[in-house]
């Protein structure tokens, strides 16, 4: 097993409880602010596209800029994190994020505000792979599956809010200062966070290396460009047919990628990210969920709201409010299934995908129903709330599982991948469904459109429950283990994790107890 040329002094000192759950407070923090971010900005478009005078091309530049740069980044950023400091990295982002969100909100054409939203992709994607390693660094146990259950509430409060905010301040303010409002209300929440990781995160912010630093720069810039050329036909190929060859080249760069990260080690060498985390079964099989998850239930949002604002003639408020009660269900479990976790696996998510199937066909139920007995649309507050249920018993779970064998000095590469596959599930299922829908619809109307949708989402919901099921059954077959993790020194600079047999190279990092923490 070669040896890490940029081994990291460890950090000796032990959080307590109330510093873990103070950084704990930072971390969620910045999440909120950025997450919020996404949300708000599908509400405000058409106030943009009107006082911006956008073309529809800059208006979907808004979304999909955001989208690229940041699933872009994320692999090179978690693995920045593992060696020169998650603390130093998440501050770095938090603090682009916020200059950019000030850009965002004083732009005075499209042009420069779709640089200001480039570059807030860049800044989420810094510092959203520092949230997972620092998770997984400073939490063990119950309480680690505590800390992602917060986390998930979070990301359901977050995508609640954003949408009733957004639809709030264009009504209160009109529709020029309501959306650059947005983003402005990103800086003292930025601030507020930059302020409290200096103050609050473990020192030393950043990691000095005892010896030089490996950042693999030449597998991170192909794997930066086989990610770009995946997602830009997704998320633009509607506007320019011609970007759909991109694929073909996706494909080739990343098998590129995989053959230099393989003669990258036999030289020696760190490479970006150690591709015998795939042999951990939890973390592949928990990568392919996010990425099935995502690539369906992404959509019923962006369908729900097209929905019932061009076919039903709600407000983009209405709109908001319909997906309300979900997104606060969402939060809700997610905190409920952070307390259970790491006793009830992937049983948990299981039980979220049939929650999710029930729930797209209940909503599929309404749709008919509305346009054969003229049932009251409003009937979907109650079909979406299973989908939000099920999206608290399906991320937050999945995340804590999918991280729960890697060795803490990859969880924050390993972090970045499992968000790529996010990143690009949501990109593909977004531009694919949509198609589809709009499609159907100029054939057979809105109605039969959402239907059918709908079916080709419970499709891939279908699929991730099968994966669900097989990882369930394989962590069955496997020999038994202490479920307390710990790292065993194998050779210099390299980790074995108890629960996942594996050695995979990194910078040791001080194990904590696992039964002890809060």
Known sequence: MPQSKSEVAPDSSELSAGARWRLLGVLLAAMFMSLVSVSIVNVVLPSIGSTLHASEADMQWVLSGYALTFGVVLVAAGRAGDLLGRGVMFVAGVTIFTLASILAGLATDPMLLNIARFIMGVGSGLLNPQV??????????????????????????????????????????????????????????????????????????????????????????????????????????????????????????????????????????????ELALFKIRSFTNGTLIAGLYFMGVSSVWVLVAIYVQESQGFTALESGLICLPAALLSAYSSHIAGRYATTLGRKLVIGGTLSALFGLLATIAVVVLEEQVNLNIWWMLLSLSFIGIAQGFIISPNQALTLMEVPVGNSGSAGGLMQ???????????????????????????????????????????????????????????????????YVPVTTCVQRTVTGAIDVVGPKEPSQPVDSQP
């Open 132 to 273: 997972m390693g620092m998770i997984q660094q400073h939490f063990r146990g119950a309480a680690r599956g505590r800390a992602y259950g917060l986390l998930g509430t979070v990301v359901g409060f977050s995508v609640a809010i954003g949408p009733v905010v957004g639809g709030l301040l264009i009504n209160w303010l009109g529709a020029d200062a309501g959306w650059r409002s947005t983003f402005l209300i990103n800086v003292p929440v930025g601030i507020l966070a930059i302020v409290l990781a200096v103050v609050w995160l473990p020192k030393p912010l950043f990691t000095k290396p005892a010896g030089k630093v490996d950042l693999d720069p030449v597998g991170a810039i192909i794997l930066a460009l086989s990610i770009f050329a995946l997602l830009l036909p997704f998320v633009q190929g509607r506007e320019n047919p011609a970007l759909w060859w991109l694929l073909a080249g996706a494909l080739i760069l990343l098998a590129v990628w995989v053959w230099w990260e393989k003669k990258y080690k036999e030289r020696g060498r760190e490479p970006m990210v």
């Open 420 to 486: 790529t596959s996010q990143r690009v599930g949501t990109a593909v299922g977004i531009a694919v469904i949509t198609a589809v829908f709009y499609g159907l619809n100029h054939v057979a109307g809105y109605s039969l459109a959402m239907e059918l949708s709908f079916v080709a989402i419970s499709v891939l919901v279908i699929a991730t429950l099968l994966v669900a099921i097989l990882d369930l059954r394989q962590g069955k077959t496997k020999p038994q283990v202490s479920t307390r993790e710990e």
